[in-house]
């Protein structure tokens, strides 16, 4: 079984910050990693996909980095509806997602 | 643009079988994976299986044994089968669209094992 781990668990930052979350895969994943926000008592949405690619229609301040086991997504400008839980999630075998970091805002 | 509806029974007795059923709307079950993700309350998320459209399946190692995902094409529908529920498997349950990554999701289903 593939592991994954994520940090923080939570933050809390000012509107305006930049927010970076890694996240830890226990094996060589490649760049098959996705990050999906989720808003309390909603449905999951997939930003950013293959690592790094952008899903179509998510703003561009938010991004992601990394391959093989290490990966990082950033919010360049945390804004107030950024308030969410983000999951990085591996697809290199089977699918595992992350334990996830809550944002809020300061 | 598609959207995905669960519907089923929100509560279950332990040691029966939980049964959901994903509708598709807006465009065709075909050409594509479709899964389920569930996620027990104030938990995080668990990948339990996808279905391509032709019927050919992948499951959570760790629910194989107990899982039945089912595809009806005429319908625009698909299926969720999980056998032997105990009050581990009480979660919002997901469908979406995609294998790989799920790029639509449906709002999610309370399935709640209880006698």
């Known amino acids: 079984d593939i592991q994954m781990t994520q940090s923080p668990s939570s933050l809390s930052a000012s509107v305006g910050d930049r927010v970076t979350i890694t996240c830890q895969a226990s094996?060589?994943?490649?760049?098959?990693l996705n990050w999906y926000q989720q808003k309390p008592g909603k449905a999951p949405k997939l930003l950013i996909y293959?690592?790094?690619n952008l899903e179509t229609g998510v703003p561009s301040r938010f991004s992601g980095s990394g391959s093989g086991t290490d990966f990082t997504f950033t919010i360049s400008s945390l804004q107030p509806e950024d308030i969410a839980t983000y999951y990085c999630q591996q697809y290199d075998k089977e699918f595992t997602f992350g334990p996830g970091t809550k944002v809020d805002i300061k | 643009q598609v959207q995905l509806q669960e519907s089923g029974p929100g509560l279950v007795k332990p040691s029966e079988t939980l049964s959901l059923t994903c509708t598709v709307s807006?465009?065709?079950?075909?050409?594509?994976?479709w899964s389920w993700i569930r996620q027990p309350p104030g938990k995080g998320l668990e990948w339990i299986g996808y279905i391509y459209y032709s019927g050919s399946t992948n499951y959570n190692p760790s629910l194989k044994s107990r899982v039945t995902i089912s595809v009806d094409t005429s319908k625009n529908q698909f299926s969720l089968k999980l056998s032997s529920v105990t009050a581990a498997d009480t979660a919002v349950y997901y469908c979406?669209?995609?294998?790989?990554?799920?790029?639509?999701w449906g709002q999610g289903t309370l399935v709640t094992v209880s006698s």
């Open positions: 807006g465009g065709s079950i075909s050409s594509y994976y």
């Open positions: 293959d690592a790094s």
């Open positions: 979406a669209r995609g294998g790989k990554r799920q790029t639509q």
């Open positions: 094996q060589d994943i490649s760049n098959y």
